[in-house]
């Protein structure tokens, strides 16, 4: 039974569904893994992928950071 992965080609190049402001794709390989049992003549196939995403920093300082400081002058004034 072949799957079709190729380690050198990207399997999800596209990530429509993931679309926001505070994080970014980065990547999603994936891996495929064969195990033979010794009780079984078949050979287990199962696919690992590993998401990878980065946490952008300016969306914390921008909707976080900067209200809070700004509420805290008011505040304190």
Known sequence: ???GLSPL???ITHYPAYANDDD??????AKRNEKRYDCCPEVYI????TVRIQR???YYIFNLV???LMMSCLWTS
């Open 1 to 3: 039974m072949d799957f």
């Open 9 to 11: 080609k990207p399997l």
């Open 24 to 29: 970014a794709v980065k990547g999603v390989p």
């Open 46 to 49: 199962d696919i690992t992928f």
């Open 56 to 58: 952008r920093k300016l």
């Open 66 to 68: 900067v209200p809070c």
